[in-house]
């Protein structure tokens, strides 16, 4: 099956600084990828849609200008989360579905944890 | 608004016993439903699916119904192994083209021999 892949898995990093996390889609080409974000015991909660080459579409509540997404190729897909704060701290998980898919192939999740 | 409540884990189960873990949901239209299974350190796969009222999707011997009448897509396995050990999602995508999914919260099972 298509294979998602995210990097890095697992990120710590100081408050206020900026951490880019990757999505690839590794041997199809991904025309719309979204980002998700888990909390323990909760379930995933959608952030955004990206599209390859617009810009991405954002769920009522996420700060478009805190995280930011790119999708600037059909396989590669970043989220930046900027000026990390300790309620930044999370696991996420981006899926990637290409052109006249239906189903969403998920990458493995990335924790941060800011201190 | 559209929702996916799943039963709370974990479920711990000896082989071979019989699962069910149960999902309802709601939503407008006719959505389509899912469940995924996260394996330890993997994300998450597709294990099965249904796109309309009755149909049964069925994968690696786990099956759902996709129930209209009681919203419920429940899952079911007649005989588990320690290898279906894994955190399963229900979760559903409204009937417009290209949204993503709405997950519930994610069930634990743990099989020991």
């Known amino acids: 099956g298509a294979v998602v892949s995210q990097h890095p898995s697992w990120v710590i990093c100081k408050s206020g600084t900026s951490v880019k996390i990757e999505c690839r889609s590794l041997?199809?080409?991904?025309?719309?990828m979204f980002w998700y974000r888990q909390f323990p015991k909760q379930s995933l909660m959608l952030m955004a849609t990206?599209?390859?080459?617009?810009?991405?579409?954002?769920e009522q509540g996420v700060e478009k200008d805190k995280f930011l997404i790119n999708h600037a190729s059909l396989t590669l897909s970043t989220l930046t989360v900027t000026s990390a704060h300790p309620e930044d701290s999370s696991f996420y998980i981006c899926s990637a579905k290409g052109t006249g898919q239906e189903t969403q192939y998920f990458g493995p999740g990335t924790r941060l944890l800011v201190l | 608004g559209n929702s996916v409540t799943q039963m709370e884990g974990p479920v711990t189960l000896s082989e071979e016993a019989f699962l069910t873990i149960n999902c309802t949901y709601t939503a407008t239209g006719y959505p389509s439903l899912f469940w995924y299974v996260q394996y330890p350190g993997e994300g998450l796969q597709l294990l099965l699916k249904?796109?309309?009222?009755?149909d049964k999707g069925s994968n690696k011997g786990f099956e759902a119904t996709y129930r209209k009448e009681t919203t419920s897509f429940h899952l079911e396995k007649g005989s588990v192994q320690v290898s279906d050990s894994a955190v399963y999602f229900c979760?559903?995508?409204?009937?417009?083209?290209?949204?993503?999914?709405?997950f519930g919260k994610g069930t634990t099972l743990s099989v020991s021999s």
């Open positions: 979760a559903l995508r409204p009937n417009q083209a290209g949204t993503a999914l709405i």
């Open positions: 249904a796109t309309k009222a009755d």
């Open positions: 990206s599209n390859e080459g617009s810009k991405a579409t954002y």
């Open positions: 041997d199809f080409q991904a025309t719309t």
